[in-house]
């Protein structure tokens, strides 16, 4: 069997979303990192239901800087959506990612912003 980059990181993931869960009152930041942008999400996972967004594709983000430093823009720019709403505490999924460059950005960004994880 050929164990791809793709495979690998779909295994990891598994791993990591059968551990963790988010709720209304402490939900999960997810992400997704693409090769030009990425992507940050607050789930509740008990109602299925995405609570928050924000991307590098959103039309009010500034694209200045290199991708780390916009990765970091995208966990500030959650973070303030998060206080905004009421919610202080999340629970951090990487989605199978290493944790390391544009992953460990955003999440210094969100703490940075005011998140607890």
């Known amino acids: 069997m050929i164990v791809t ?24 930041l997810s992400i997704y ?9 607050l789930i509740d996972d008990v109602k ?9 594709r959103d039309k009010d983000f500034q694209r200045s800087g290199n991708k780390v430093e916009q990765s970091k ?9 998060a206080i905004e709403k009421g919610l202080s505490t999340v629970v951090f999924d990487r989605s199978g990612y290493l944790y390391h460059g544009r992953v460990q950005s955003l999440a210094e960004g969100a703490r940075e912003g005011g998140l607890k994880f």
């Not at 779909?10 to 009152?25: F, M, Q």
């Not at 990192?33 to 999400?41: E, K, L, M, P």
């Not at 299925?48 to 590098?56: C, E, H, K, P, R």
């Open 5 to 28: 980059k793709e495979s690998r990181r779909t295994k990891i993931r598994k791993r990591i979303r059968s551990k963790i869960s988010g709720t209304a009152e402490r939900p999960r």
């Open 33 to 41: 990192r693409s090769n030009a942008d990425i992507y940050a999400q």
């Open 73 to 81: 823009a995208v966990g500030t720019a959650i973070a303030k959506k």
């Open 48 to 56: 299925g239901v995405t609570l928050l967004a924000a991307s590098s």
